[in-house]
């Protein structure tokens, strides 16, 4: 297909004004409760989400915090096209019109907010989180007085002069001098403008100054203040230690010798397991008819998986201990196969500063992509930076064993030049079976703000001399109704590494090719085995009202043609278009019903299609969930005068037993109509019957 570039140039203008494709978000955890009412027991459908933040603020730090009344208020940690934010979550909503009347009440404090709905997921987690935490009031978490003349101007994010630079280590030194002159009142205003001007060192600096002249006055309830809001700010500080310290001396400077001793004795409990997980299996069977012909089963399969957290906290140390396997039985073939994506250790010493995780694990080491078997190393003592170093042996599938013979050794880098900007440099070196398998030097980035975000790689391989990866994500929120998204992806595919010089070869593995071929010819392989590829996704969704939204995209593939070596064939260029139409409407019928309809068309080097798509979700009799799904496609062979018709019903469902236990099952039928003689009709049967647990 010859693709028109002014064909895409002038949709991409067109679709840019919408937005660029919708978020895949993950919910990983509820974090901490800022507000908690003794009334609330149970987790409710739905929730205003009031900002999404990159770490999470202490109540003293959260905008309009006294305007938000005695409503649930909390964290929700999230993944967002593998981004991690914090959002900033407000109530506990039955209904959608309950939460619209929420949203009217904060949309003048927070423009941004929206109403979202609880995915089954964040009900369980956040069930959980409410049943093991004690209620909390607003008041209790703010400073129990005034904090005098020292206060905490709220930081806006600019670039420092070099007036204000100058001025910001004239007056360290002032504060410093007329703390040692005892001019405590003299320290005090300049505290406070060293935390207006100065870098966040100086902040610090100021705070902690501001708590030792409340201090040295006996005014040990304003210190204390001080120092919960030191804490609340920079609670990975180098300095929070110490302050940590001043602050349990203070609550307990008023007790007698025995008193104290009690009360250091039960802040230190002993530590204890923390331990969760899930068990789960899954049945599939896939049954084939083609017209006159015997009907073949292709797929029969169980699958058992394990999930297993364990977490273990003392005063200085934390212990992670997570596993993630299971087995996959084959009925057809009488086999079964144990696969382990997971199996580590984690170990942090915050005294030490510094952390290991060691065992089967991935995104864990900067510039590996998989899983490996090895060990990282992480040191955290330095505040504006932290660097890793990481070695071990790459896993090809979570069906593998150890294998030495794919090994590695890097390091990483990490720091924040300015605060919403995050990098990691990193460095890697790959050898399998005795050959440079990869070398390569990359870096990730990510850049925040409060409507958006942008995360980047660049991956450059130095000894093939060739560009990897070039990747850039972003999500932008332009106003209530509208966000936009694009993806830009130019890279080697696959990855470019010496181990794929042996596809088409015959062997699996690069050492039994070192016995045909030289040094150099494998290398010319690897090189001959890889293409480059381009692909760009653009996006819009609006948002229509508070339960109809609309959903565009297009996307763009093409993949350069191989070489032909060693007597392997080329593989031909390719190049695929698509643009695909959402409708989708929550909570119409029912408060958390949910229903879209779906148009994609494709033009790709094989075919072109058109599908058409629609589901629904909704409560039925007996606590059970139904989920009706149905997908119609067209599609003409662009090598042949193959047409094809293909039709796809199938139905979901999913009942909750209880808090722990959930049963899911589905049957679907696939038939497919061939507009050619010799070409039999088919007609596919899927079923699948499951159970999780979690524990």
Not at 444 to 455: H, I, S, T
Request: charged letters at 25%; glycine letters at 6%.
């Amino acid at each position: 297909m010859n693709f028109n570039w002014t064909k895409l140039l002038l949709i991409t203008v067109l679709f840019l004004p919408t937005r660029l494709f919708s978020a895949n978000v993950d919910v990983l955890a509820i974090e901490t409760f800022l507000i908690k009412p003794e009334t609330i027991e149970k987790s409710l459908p739905y929730v205003i989400n009031l900002a999404s933040l990159t770490k999470p603020l202490g109540a003293s730090r959260v905008k309009h915090f006294d305007k938000l009344g005695d409503r649930l208020l909390y964290y929700v940690k999230v993944r967002v096209n593998g981004v991690i934010y914090f959002r900033l979550s407000l109530g506990n909503f039955a209904s959608m019109r309950l939460a619209q009347q929420g949203l009217i009440l904060v949309k003048q404090y927070y423009p941004d907010a929206w109403i979202a709905k609880r995915t089954g997921l964040e009900r369980k987690l956040l069930q959980g989180k409410l049943e093991s935490a004690e209620a909390t009031i607003a008041t209790q978490l703010k400073p129990a007085v005034p904090l005098s003349e020292f206060t905490v101007p709220v930081q806006k994010t600019k670039t420092s002069s070099n007036h204000e630079i100058k001025l910001a280590n004239k007056l360290e030194n002032q504060a410093k001098e007329e703390f040692l002159n005892q001019n405590y009142h003299r320290v005090i205003k300049i505290a406070n403008k060293l935390f207006e001007i100065g870098d966040q060192q100086q902040r610090q600096k100021a705070m902690e100054l501001a708590g030792l002249v409340r201090e040295r006055q006996r005014k040990f309830a304003q210190a204390i203040a001080i120092y919960l809001q030191f804490l609340d700010l920079y609670p990975e500080s180098e300095l929070a230690p110490r302050i940590t310290a001043r602050l349990h001396g203070l609550r307990t400077m008023d007790l007698d010798p025995r008193q104290r001793i009690a009360v250091q004795k039960q802040s230190r409990p002993e530590p204890e397991w923390n331990m969760r997980g899930g068990l789960s299996q899954y049945y599939r069977k896939d049954l084939i008819s083609r017209g006159e012909l015997d009907s073949e089963v292709v797929n029969q399969s169980l699958v058992s998986d394990l999930d297993l957290y364990a977490r273990k906290r003392s005063e200085n140390e934390t212990i992670v201990i997570r596993f993630d396997g299971g087995i996959v039985s084959d009925r057809i073939d009488d086999e079964s196969d144990l696969r382990i994506s997971r199996v580590m250790i984690d170990y942090t010493n915050t005294e030490a500063n510094y952390a290991l995780t060691g065992g089967r694990q991935s995104r864990t080491a900067k510039g590996v992509y998989g899983r490996f078997d090895g060990l990282v190393y992480q040191d955290l003592s330095h505040s504006s930076f932290d660097y890793s170093i990481h070695g071990g042996f790459l896993v090809e599938s979570s069906f593998d064993g150890f294998n030495s013979d794919r090994r590695f050794v890097g390091t990483s880098l990490n720091f924040s030049p300015h605060e919403i900007l995050e990098i990691d440099v990193y460095l890697l070196h790959q050898e399998s079976f005795g050959l440079v398998d990869r070398q390569a030097i990359g870096t990730e980035f990510q850049l925040r703000g409060d409507r958006g975000f942008l995360y980047g790689i660049i991956d450059y391989d130095t000894f093939y001399g060739d560009l990897n990866n070039v990747t850039a994500i972003t999500n932008y929120r332009y106003d209530d109704q509208w966000t936009l998204n694009l993806t830009i992806d130019y890279r080697n595919s696959p990855l470019l590494t010496t181990t794929s010089a042996i596809q088409g070869q015959g062997v699996e593995t690069l050492g039994e090719l070192m016995g045909l071929f030289t040094d150099e010819e494998i290398y010319q392989f690897a090189e001959d085995r890889t293409s480059k590829s381009q692909n760009i996704f653009v996006g819009a969704s609006y948002r229509i009202d508070a339960i109809q939204q609309l959903d565009l995209s297009l996307s763009y593939a093409s993949v350069e043609a191989t070489e032909a070596s060693g007597g392997v064939s080329m593989v031909p260029a390719s190049d695929d278009f698509h643009i695909n139409a959402d409708y989708s409407v929550r909570g119409y019928f029912y408060s958390d019903d949910y229903t879209s309809t779906g148009l994609r068309l494709s033009d790709t080097s094989s075919a072109q299609s058109i599908s058409f798509r629609a589901r629904t979700r909704f409560p039925g009799p007996g606590d059970i969930r139904y989920d009706p799904r149905i997908r119609l496609d067209y599609r003409k062979s662009q090598t042949s005068d193959v047409e094809q018709w293909i039709l796809n019903p199938s139905m979901r469902m999913t009942y909750q037993y209880g808090r722990n236990l959930s049963f899911e099952g589905s049957f679907g039928i696939e038939y497919s109509n061939f507009d050619l003689p010799g070409l039999d009709d088919q007609t596919v049967y899927a079923l699948f019957l499951g159970y999780v647990y979690q524990f």
